[in-house]
C-alpha cells in the first residue's frame, strides 16, 4: 500500500449530528484531498443491539448530512461491528484511508472505564497515522 501524502484521504468517524458538525469544523481549516466519514453501528453479537436498526440508520443518515455542510464532497460510509474501533480501521483499510482524523469526545474517567478508552485504543492500535483534531475555536 503506497501512502504518498498524509492527507491525500482522509477518513473521518463521526458518532452523532453534533460530533459531525464540530469534526468536519474541526477538520476544515486544513488542507485535505479526498474525505470518508464513517458512522459505525454498534452490534451486540448474541445480544441485543443498543439501538433498533432503523434508528442506528437514520442517526448515520443525519451525521452524514450534518458533515457534509462543511464538506459537501464528502463520501461515506456505515458499518456494523461489536468493537467500534476495529470497525473503523476496517473501513480504513477497505478505502485505503491515508490517516484517520478525528475529534477527541469528552468523557470522565467512569465512563471510559465502563466503556473503555476508544481513543487510546484507536491511537494505539490503528495501522495507518492518526489526527486528533482540536477543538474549533
Known amino acids: 500500500m503506497s501512502r504518498t501524502n498524509l492527507t491525500s ?28 466519514v464513517v458512522h459505525v453501528v454498534e452490534k451486540g453479537e448474541g445480544v441485543p443491539d443498543k439501538t433498533p436498526v432503523e434508528q442506528s440508520e437514520s442517526l448515520a443518515a443525519e451525521s452524514f448530512a450534518a ?16 468493537d467500534v474501533v476495529d470497525g473503523i480501521v476496517d473501513v480504513a483499510n477497505d478505502i485505503d484511508a491515508s490517516t484517520i482524523a478525528f475529534h ?9 472505564l465502563l466503556t473503555g478508552d476508544r481513543t487510546l485504543h484507536l491511537v494505539t492500535s490503528a495501522p495507518l497515522p492518526i489526527i486528533a483534531l482540536p477543538h474549533p475555536e
Open 67 to 82: 458533515f457534509r455542510e462543511t464538506f459537501p464532497d464528502a463520501e461515506s460510509r456505515m458499518t456494523y461491528r461489536r
Open 9 to 36: 484521504h482522509v477518513l473521518v468517524p463521526v458518532a452523532n449530528e453534533d460530533d459531525a458538525r464540530v469534526t468536519a469544523k474541526a477538520l476544515e481549516p486544513y488542507s485535505v484531498g479526498r474525505v470518508t
Open 104 to 112: 477527541p469526545r469528552e468523557s470522565g474517567r467512569i465512563v471510559k
